[in-house]
């Protein structure tokens, strides 16, 4: 990803933090002449188990993700597939009109993180499962109502055959805050106040976020 200098992010922080706002990643790996390259879009989350602290690239920070067995992407990712995942946050449209300066030229302010990594396929009954208890745990906490799944554990067994988890290693990361950097401060103000009284909750977060820059 093509990241100009001043829309870094402006701490790694950032970067996990639009990773586990926005969860539901695009997994992109290379395929055959035949039939392309794959992509599909599942819910990422970083293995519990992981203790440390984030580099500036998030290297070696592991990740969990599953999908459905019968989806052909599953049968190509083999140990050691080279994946990308990307992961899209807050983003808007910022019309000229809101600049009020001209000459003007309209914009998209947009969040991203790019995760390059190296796949490790997870095989038995037992460490899939853990892949889905984790999974359920981290999205309860985050978006749910702290939901108890013990009384689902025997309907995740029945199930569980289907999906197919795995372990991202992650080699690398980019992370996209393009949040009208480049303007005067006195025209980033106007478009923060377009967002916010936008009365949307994907303007309202990326008012949000402008308003975090350093």
Not at 75 to 88: E, R
Not at 132 to 139: E, L
Not at 142 to 153: L, P, Q, T, V
Not at 179 to 186: A, K, Y
Request: with cysteine.
């Amino acid at each position: 990803m093509f990241v100009p200098s001043h829309y870094r992010a402006p701490d790694v922080s950032w970067m996990v933090e639009l990773m586990r706002r926005n969860p539901l990643a695009l997994m992109a790996s290379n395929g055959t002449p035949a039939d392309g390259p794959f992509a599909t879009h599942l819910p990422v989350i970083t293995d519990p188990r992981w203790e440390g602290e984030p580099e500036s690239d998030l290297a070696g920070i592991p990740l969990l993700a599953h999908l459905n067995r019968a989806n052909p992407h599953w049968s190509a990712l083999a140990d050691g597939t080279v994946v990308l995942l990307t992961f899209t946050g807050p983003h808007a449209y910022v019309s000229p009109t809101v600049y009020d300066i001209n000459p003007a030229a309209p914009t998209w302010n947009f969040t991203s993180v790019h995760i390059h990594g190296v796949v490790e396929r997870i095989e038995s009954t037992e460490e899939t499962l853990d892949v889905v208890r984790a999974t359920v745990r981290a999205f309860e906490r985050e978006f749910g109502d702290s939901w108890d799944m013990s009384g689902s554990i025997d309907y995740f067994r029945r199930i569980v055959a289907a999906v197919g988890a795995f372990r991202v290693r992650v080699t690398k990361a980019e992370g996209m805050f393009k949040l009208s950097q480049e303007q005067r401060p006195e025209v980033r103000e106007r478009v923060v106040r377009s967002f916010a009284g936008r009365g949307c909750t994907r303007h309202a977060q990326t008012a949000e976020l402008m308003d975090r820059l350093p």
